[in-house]
C-alpha cells in the first residue's frame, strides 16, 4: 500500500483519480504497524503455513478493505449447516448481474426483457409491464393484483419449480429469487387460471 | 446398607435421576452394581465409540431409554470428513437383540440409514419415541417405515436432520389407528407431505402437544391444523407465507385465537412483517419464541412483537434485531433465561447488526439470563466486565465474534480481562465459547476460575503452549475440549496425557500438533483412540509415509474401552 504523502503532487491530491480496487470513498488503509487482527506470533506462523499448505487463512487487515473480498473460512462463524444451508447466499447472485427474465404476452410476435432487480415493488413491475405491452394491448392491463373482475388480462410468472403462478401473491424479495419468466395471459385463459384460483 | 433387601436397594436409587449419580453408585460395591445395572431404564451415551453397543446392552438389559451421541461437536461447521463415521445401525441391532423393550431412543450427529431405521421400527413393540438430531443418511422411506411398524408411537422429533425427499407418502403411512401421537416435529424436512392426511392425523391425535410443520406446509393448511389442535402447546408454523387481505390469514388469526394453551411458537420462514400481527394474542402466554429462521423480518417489527412477549423464557432471534430491539427485550422480558442471536449476513457483507451494547442492554434487564449464543460483530472488556456483573448465573456462556481474533475496538486489547471477568464471576458455569483476540491470559483465568467448566470451544486464540496447558491442569471438570486455529502444539499436547482419561474427547484442527505428537500420545495412553484425520485435499500433497514432524491438519482423541474402531474410513489413522 503507497503512503498518502506520494499521491499529493504539485498542491493536488491525486488519490481521486487513482484507480484501485477499493469501494468507491473508502480509503486504501496504511499498513499497521502491529496486525490488528492476530497476535503478532501468530501472523508470521500464517505465512508459512500459507505457504507450506496452501490454505485460505484470514487476510490481513490491510487487504481486507472491500468485505467481498474477505477469504471464506472453512466452518466460520460457527453455525449448523443447517442454518448456513437456509440462507443461501441470494444477495450475492442478486448482486452480481441484473436478474434479466422474458416477459411475453399472448398474441404479441415478439417477446421483451426485463430486469426484475429495477423494480422496487409489484406496482413498478406492472406499470413497466404495460408500458412495454402498450402497442399490442386493446383493452388495460389491470391494476390490481394483477386481475380484476373486469379486465381481460393477467400477469402470471413462472416460478424455479415451473408452475405457472399469480404475480402478486408473496412477498417482493421471495417473489424474484423465484421467478424465472412472465407471461401475461389474456382472454379465456384467465378465466380457467381464476376458477382453478378459488376452486 | 448390605442389609437392605434388594428391592428397597432399588427403590432408593429411582430417586437417583441423573446418569453420573447412578454411575457413581454402581461402583460402591458388587452387590450395588447388580442392583442398578438392573434396574437403570435410562442410558446416556456420550461418544457412540467409547463402548461398545453389546457391552452397553448386556451390561443394562432393562434399558428402555437409549440416548447416543457420533460425530464430535465441530462436525456441525463442516470441519469432520462426510464418512468420518457414527453410525447407529450397530446400535439398533445391539439394541433389538438385547434390549428388545426399548421405548426411546435419541440420536445426535449420527449417520442414521433407512435400514436401521426399518429395522428399528420392526424391533421393539413397545416404542414410542424417536429423536433425531442433527442426523443425515436417511430418507422419508425410513419415516414411512416408522409411521407403519411403530403401533403406539408417542413423539417423532427430528431436529435439524439433512434428511432425502423420496416423496410426500410417509405421513400418510400412520395407520387410521394411530391416535397415540403427542410430539410431531418434521420441520427440516424440504418435501411436501399429503396435507389431508396430516390433518385427520391431527384430528384423531387427540393428545397432541407439540406439532413442528415444516416449510412447505401452507397458510391454508395450518389453519385448518389449528382448528383440529386447539390445546397445542408447541408449533412451528411452517412457512407463513400469506397475504394479509387473504382469506387464509383471517381464519389463521381466528384459529390462534383458539389456542389457549400455545407457549412456544417457531417457523415462520417466509413470513411477512405484517402478518405476524396475527400471533399478538398468543405472545403474553409465550415462554419460548424462534424467530430464527426469518430474515425477511427487521428489527422494527420484532419490537413491536416482543412488547407483548412480557413471559418469554427463551428467544431465539436474528441479529437484525439490533442493539436497539435487544434494549426492548432487556426491558419486557424480565424472566429470560436463554438467548440466541445468530448473524443474518452469513457472507460478510458487512451490515454491522448487533455489538456489545446489545449485550450489556440485556444484561442489566434480565437478571436470570443463564443460557447465552450471541454473534456480534465486536466486543469490548468494559462490556464484559458488566455483563459479568450483572448476571452471575450464567451456565452457558458463547459468544462469536464474526471476525476471528479481533481486539477490543475502544482500547485495542485483547479480551482477556473480559472473559476472565465472566469466569471469575459466574461460578456455575458449565459451557464456554471463547472468541476475539486473546492470549494465554485468558487460559490462566479459566484454568485458575472456571471450576465447574465442562465444555470449552477455542478458535484462533492464545500464543503459545502455555495456554492450553493451564486449562489442562486447572479445570478439574472439563469433558470436552476443541480447539482449532491456534498454536497449541506437541508440548501441551503431551503435558498432561493423564487428564484425556478423564474426558470425554479432545479436538484439534489447524493446531500446531505433529504426528510425532500424535504417535506419543497414542503410545503413553492405549485406552485413547488418537485419530489423524486427513482431509482429501491434503491427501494429494502427502506423500505415503509422512514424516512424524508434519503438522497433523486435525486430530480427534477420546477415551474408549472398545479399542480402534474397525468402521473408520481410509482417510482417518487410529494411532
Redo the contacts between chains.
Sequence with gaps: MEAAARYVKDGADLRDTELRLGLPGSEAPEKPAVPSTRGGKRALQEDDDMESRGKSRPLEADSAEAPAAKAQIVGWPPIRSYRRNSFPPRKAEAEAAGLYVKVSMDGAPYLRKIDLKVYKGYKELKEAMENMFDCFTQGEVSRKDGCSSGSESAITYEDKDGDLMLVGDVPWEMFISSCRRLRILKGCEVRVLRTRQYS | MTYFPEEVVEHIFDFLSSHRDRNIVSTVCKAWYRVERLSRRSVFVGNCYAVRPGRVMARFPGTKCLSVKGKPH?A????VPHDWGGFALPWIEAAARGCPGLEELRLKRMVVSDESLELLARSFPNFKALVLV?CEGFSTDGLAAIATHCRGLRELDLQ???VEDHGRQWLSCFPDSCTSLESLNFA?LKGEVNAGALERLVARCVNLRSLKLNRAISVESLARILVRTPHLVELGTGSF?V?HRAEAYQRLIHAFRKCKSLKSLSGF??V?PRCLQSIYSICPNLTVLNL??A??IQGADLVKLIRHCFKLQKLWVLDCIGDKGLAVVASTCKELQELRV???D?????TAAVTEEGLVAISSGCSKLNSLLY?CHQMTNAALITVAKNCPHFTRFRL?I??????DPDT?Q?LDEGFGAIVRSCNDLRRL?LSG?L?DTVFLYIGEYAARLEML?I??AG??DKGMVYVLNGCKNLRKLEI?DS?FGDAALLENVGKYETMRSLWMSSCDVTLGGCKALAAKMPRLNVEVINDRV?SD?MEENPSDMHKVEKMYVYRTLAGARNDAPEFVDIL
Excluded: H, M, Q, V
Design positions: 465441530f456441525d461447521f463442516n470441519l442433527s435439524e436432520n439433512e427440516c407465507t397475504e420462514w417466509d411477512a430464527s429462521y430474515p425477511a445468530f448473524p443474518s452469513i457472507y460478510g457483507t458487512g454473534f462469536c464474526l471476525d476471528p481474533g479481533k481486539p485495542n485483547p465459547s483476540l492470549t470451544s478458535a484462533f500464543d503459545s482449532r498454536p491434503e500433497e
